[in-house]
């Protein structure tokens, strides 16, 4: 299993790009949340296999009709929680 750290940012905050991104995670079987953050980007944590968030990602970088994505930020980092499903974060 790998851990991603996300960052999106672009027009992806009040677009429903964190139901889109909870949405892929589901269709892909990745574990993990999304919450919007202060300077209006979009973070995530995203757990599974490279299988599962390759396309995961692929689909992130197209984002949803609402959203325009200028950069994508992704770091691996160490597995800290094992999540069972990925949800959006308040």
Same mark, same amino acid.
């Given at each position: 299993m790998i851990q991603l750290h996300i &960052?999106?940012?672009? $027009? @992806?905050?009040?677009?429903g790009?964190?139901?889109f991104s909870q949405m892929k995670a589901v269709q892909y079987g990745v574990t993990g949340w999304a919450k919007n953050l202060t300077d209006g980007s979009v /973070?995530? @944590?995203?757990?599974g296999s490279k299988d599962q968030l390759d396309p995961f990602i692929?689909?992130?970088r197209i984002g949803n009709p609402f959203s $325009? +994505? %200028? %950069?994508? /930020? +992704?770091t691996e980092? /160490? &597995?800290? /929680? %094992?999540?069972h499903s990925?949800? &959006?974060k308040y």
């Open positions: &960052i999106v940012s672009g $027009k @992806v905050q009040s677009v790009f964190r139901y /973070e995530i @944590v995203a757990l692929e689909d992130l $325009k +994505i %200028n %950069n994508i /930020e +992704i980092s /160490e &597995i800290t /929680e %094992n999540h990925f949800t &959006i």
